[in-house]
């Protein structure tokens, strides 16, 4: 079930005169506003049992990416060449597996994909507010991304990711967040 709606860019490619609005749309810049929104629609599809665990993983996840420590190596990152939705993908995959081994695995497992795409969305705010040029494209393209990398770790198969990044994966949407699959033995 997706996290984020996934609808579609403002501009459609319904007919000649919106093909040009529709690549104008693609490329253009994700507004601050948008990603908030979208953390909002995430939020709100956290079951209750699970909300403090999400809020908690949250909360160190951006203590860290706003940490002085992490301050250099963020803007490194973000300004490294490379595709936006990937750097965007791997880093909050990376944040979230780290945030999952310094809690000795407490993370509940329900919380791992909703609590990384959050701090995806909020890296993509940060990178848009510092003047990086990142899409909503980027932005839903990294969140798939991040949800395939994350599933991977905990051991999904091929079809369990791609039924999760189908049905919305970390995209905002109607319904529960997917739980990434049981630790395999």
Request: proline share 8%; charged share 20%.
């Amino acid at each position: 079930m997706a996290l984020i709606d996934k609808a579609a860019p403002a501009a459609s490619p319904a007919d000649g005169d919106n093909v040009a609005t529709a690549r104008a749309t693609a490329s253009a810049a994700i507004a601050p506003e948008k990603i908030a929104q979208m953390q909002t629609q995430l939020r709100e599809k956290i079951p209750p049992d699970g909300r403090e665990a999400f809020e908690r993983t949250v909360t160190a996840g951006m203590k860290f990416l706003y940490s002085d420590q992490a301050k250099p190596i963020v803007a490194k990152v973000l300004d490294e060449p490379g595709a936006v939705d990937m750097k965007l993908a791997a880093n909050a995959a990376g944040l979230i597996l780290l945030l999952d081994r310094e809690s000795r695995n407490t993370i509940p497992l329900q919380i791992i994909v909703p609590a990384a795409a959050f701090l995806l969305l909020e890296a993509a705010d940060l990178a848009v507010k510092t003047g990086r040029h990142v899409t909503e494209r980027d932005v839903r393209d990294g969140l798939d991304q991040m949800t395939a990398l994350v599933m991977m770790k905990f051991g999904a198969n091929k079809e369990q990711i791609m039924q999760a990044i189908a049905g919305g994966g970390a995209s905002p949407g109607p319904a529960q967040p997917p739980a990434p699959p049981a630790m395999q033995a």
